[in-house]
């Protein structure tokens, strides 16, 4: 089953409000971007959300938007194998240690798995850690359906 990446705060509130219960101002780029994500049940590249946004933004802009809204915890960047980066709605800040990311290996989806909390680990005497990513890959529900689970990508 597929969950939506975003925060149940953010299930039914339009983009502004979004940006105004963060005292951020609104921009035109800003609110793409959360509506982009908010159409989305599955997190997304920068270039999907580009492809989905209303206006035409450039690279800069995009940028210091994206950096703004990660930093104020209204999305999350999540990375996969280094090189990968797809973004969705929601706070894992140093408050909600966040939840589970789940990768699928053929249609290179990434979905959060929110009811899949993250666990805090016990570590050794002297670590201490800030957040943990947790990204398990394999086969999603739809490739299995399509009979993909077996076939090498």
Known sequence: MQHRCICHTFAFVKAAEILGDHNLKRTSCREDIIKAIMG????LSTDEIRKRMAGDYDRTT????????ESSHILHKIVVDGQTVKYALGDTGPENPGHVHFY?????TVICLEDVPNLKYDLPDGFSYNETDVLIKGICPRCREKGEDDAEN
Do not use: E
């Open 104 to 108: 699928c290996n053929k249609c290179h």
């Open 62 to 69: 995009l940028y210091r938007s994206f950096k703004t809204l």
């Open 40 to 43: 989305s049940d599955v997190a």
